[in-house]
């Protein structure tokens, strides 16, 4: 991955463009995390504090990431920071969020964060897909290994994040936030507590301490076996044809989940 582009090293043009929104800058903090972006900013101007990315609009990937991210964000208000405003600028797609003065969740075992993130994706559980069909299913996202059956068992209606990673998961004093909705899907709503989960156990976690911690999502454990199954078995195959044998340890954690 290449380093982000820092606030001096963006074109003129892009920097009047922000200011023009938001106020002169007057401090300017690169993000090094990030993969979907080219930039990512904490600024502060004469007016406000706000939180930049930006992403090059030859880069269709990245772009389409952050359109995901700006269509839905009216969409997860009640977990993820308020979109300010949205510009393109010379060759810059750019989108900037009210900042939340947080840190990254903290996954190791004994954690008091993770019963914050237990309560920050319950609350997601009432954001609501937004209409025309923007976000995709979850079928759809693995759709080159599903197998007969799996279409219909990892129906669901629920909004997911889908990559519920440290970074993407914000502390403050008062709740959690989850934040970087470029990957959303529509599907079973203990997919992103099941993925958590996983996550858990690969910050040191013992699988039944990680296991009772899911068992706080009265969505999984009354989920069809089949089901979690099917999840279980595409996401594995998923990470097999991409990453072959590097993907066996998170694989392994899991099929730990059906045990």
Not at 4 to 10: I, K, N, P, Q, R
Not at 24 to 32: D, F, H, I
Not at 35 to 46: M, N
Not at 213 to 224: D, M, N, Q, R
């Amino acid at each position: 991955m290449e380093p982000h582009v820092s606030w001096d090293e963006l074109p003129e043009t892009v920097r009047a463009v922000v200011e023009r929104h938001s106020g002169k800058v007057v401090s300017a903090e690169t993000v090094a995390e990030g993969i979907t972006c080219r930039t990512a900013l904490i600024l502060s101007t004469t007016t406000t504090r706000l939180f930049l990315k930006g992403a090059l609009v030859a880069d269709s990937d990245s772009r389409q990431a952050q359109r995901m991210e700006a269509d839905i964000n009216a969409s997860v208000g009640r977990v993820s920071p308020a979109m300010l405003w949205e510009a393109v600028a010379d060759e810059w797609h750019l989108i900037a969020f009210d900042y939340v003065h947080g840190r990254h969740a903290d996954l190791t075992p004994r954690s008091r964060d993770a019963a914050i993130v237990a309560d920050t994706l319950k609350r997601a559980r009432s954001c609501h897909v937004p209409v025309g069909g923007l976000v995709p299913s979850l079928a759809e996202r693995y759709r080159q290994v599903l197998r007969p059956g799996d279409s219909e068992a990892l129906k669901g209606s629920s909004l997911l994040h889908t990559d519920t990673n440290p970074h993407n998961l914000l502390i403050t004093s008062q709740h959690g936030y989850l934040v970087d909705w470029a990957m959303p899907a529509v599907g079973p709503a203990w997919v992103d507590a099941a993925q958590t989960a996983v996550r858990l156990m690969g910050y040191g976690w013992e699988p039944r301490d990680a296991h009772a911690w899911l068992s706080g999502f009265p969505e999984w454990e009354h989920a069809p076996r089949a089901g979690k199954a099917a999840f279980v078995r595409v996401v594995c195959d998923d990470a097999t044809a991409r990453f072959g044998p590097y993907a066996e340890d998170e694989n392994a954690r899991f099929r730990t989940l059906l045990s």
